[in-house]
């Protein structure tokens, strides 16, 4: 797993696709089930506050701040909700366009949380289809550059006024499937 730090500093948190990063590889470490719950007896997993279980990332001597960085199940479950209303929404409009994830040509990943996210680790908690990373473009702030482009472009706000025309909205938490298909994403395969 690649790792940085804000300006090559000592760690003091850990960020939102860093999270989803452990949490790939502790699956991977099989430090947790599929249900998110961590081990006990297995590396670096102890009890912390409250006696609950935690998984020791960073040692207090090794990060920024004097104390220990850990995840916990809170942690992993914040993961799991987030990958979950995903995967979810992923399948319904699958079904909707009568599709199967091999016939997705590309995947364009957007937003903060996107443009940092490690692709593979993604497709092993399940919260993309699991085909080949070639298929996936992370963009950044598209909506951003969207916009911006629509105010000093004519022409990209005629595109836009055709594109338009071609999209379906979908109301996902409406859609009948949408809570079995949450409770089965919940899961981390």
Do not use: W
Not at 134 to 140: D, H, I, N
Not at 146 to 166: F, M, P
């Amino acid at each position: 797993i690649k790792t940085f730090t804000i300006e090559d500093q000592l760690p003091v948190g850990i960020c939102g696709s860093g999270i989803l990063d452990v949490v790939a590889e502790m699956k991977a470490a099989n430090l947790m089930d599929e249900r998110g719950a961590l081990i006990e007896g297995q590396m670096n997993i102890r009890r912390g506050n409250k006696d609950r279980l935690e998984f020791l990332l960073v040692p207090r001597e090794f990060s920024g701040n004097n104390r220990d960085i850990t995840v916990s199940r809170t942690d992993v479950n914040e993961i799991q909700l987030a990958k979950a209303a995903i995967k979810a929404g992923q399948e319904i409009l699958l079904d909707k366009a009568g599709i199967d994830p091999e016939d997705i040509d590309e995947i364009i990943i957007a937003g903060a949380f996107g443009t940092y996210i490690d692709v593979p680790n993604a497709i092993s908690v399940g919260m993309f289809p699991d085909i080949p990373v070639e298929r996936f473009r992370q963009v950044g702030n598209a909506a951003g550059m969207g916009a911006t482009q629509a105010l000093i472009s004519i022409k990209h706000r005629r595109l836009i006024k055709e594109v338009i025309k071609d999209v379906e909205y979908v109301e996902l938490t409406t859609y009948e499937n949408f809570q079995a298909e949450f409770v089965k994403a919940m899961y981390l395969r």
